[in-house]
């Protein structure tokens, strides 16, 4: 099943908050259970999800389904969800994404791997990407992605370039970012951290040939500001 049919099959009627803040919830447990932090949701306010359109809770609802399913599956066989290259091939496997063969190599301890389809949107990020965040599950996957974070105009630049040829498919093979390492901040989260970032690789993803999304690898620490 591709990542496209995945969000296409969610039942609509499952688009409600009770069922977000469940999965969200369990989502979350996961996650911590391997040694990293997360959290659902706010512990006060409305949440993001109420106000999403159907298409974003839709994506919302398919992204818990694929990555609660994805991490339960890796304990059952015995392996190790810390693992960013085998989790990666997992999550590739389970949406019949073809990778480029040298991207495996291209991720170092630490780093931050993120799996996005053509019209960005993510799919999956590895349980490294919990080290570097406040932000909670519900305004990762419910809020407007170029509202969370802020930084310099030139690296903005630089990565919209490159966002570009993946929305128009003309990423067709694993290219460096060629953006300098540099500083960005959460807006509006519970902690506003700051992150230094350097942006390593985006490599493309095909199914029957056609380009259907592509894998992003970084690598971050938090800075004081």
């Known amino acids: 099943m ?4 995945l969000i296409q099959d969610i039942d609509r009627s499952r688009c409600v908050v009770s069922e ?7 989502y979350c447990e996961l996650v911590k259970s391997f040694g990293f932090k997360a959290k659902p949701y706010r512990d006060s306010g409305v949440l993001k999800f109420e106000s999403c359109k159907i298409e974003q809770k839709t994506r919302a609802i398919a992204y818990l389904d ?21 989790m990666l091939w997992r999550i590739l496997k389970k949406i019949k994404a073809v990778p480029e063969n040298d991207i495996f190599d291209k991720i170092a301890q630490g780093d931050v791997v993120e799996v996005y389809l053509d019209d960005h949107i993510q799919i999956y990020r590895n349980l490294e990407f919990f080290n570097f965040t406040s932000f909670t599950i519900d305004e990762l996957l419910c809020g407007t992605w170029y509202k969370l974070y802020k930084r310099d105009f030139l690296p903005t630049l630089k990565m919209m370039k490159m966002a570009f040829k993946l929305l128009t498919k003309r990423l ?3 290219m460096p970012w060629n953006v300098p390492e540099h500083v960005f901040d959460e807006i509006g989260s519970e902690e506003n951290l700051r992150h230094s970032i350097l942006l390593k690789y985006l490599s493309p993803l095909t199914n029957q040939g056609k380009m259907v999304g592509a894998i992003c ?9």
């Open 2 to 5: 591709n990542a496209k049919i």
């Open 20 to 26: 977000f803040k469940k999965l969200a919830e369990e």
């Open 217 to 225: 690898i970084s690598h971050a620490k938090l800075v004081q500001k």
């Open 172 to 174: 067709n093979k694993t």
């Open 66 to 86: 694929a990555n609660i399913e994805l991490l339960k599956e890796c304990v059952a066989q015995g392996d190790d969800p810390r693992n960013s290259a085998q």
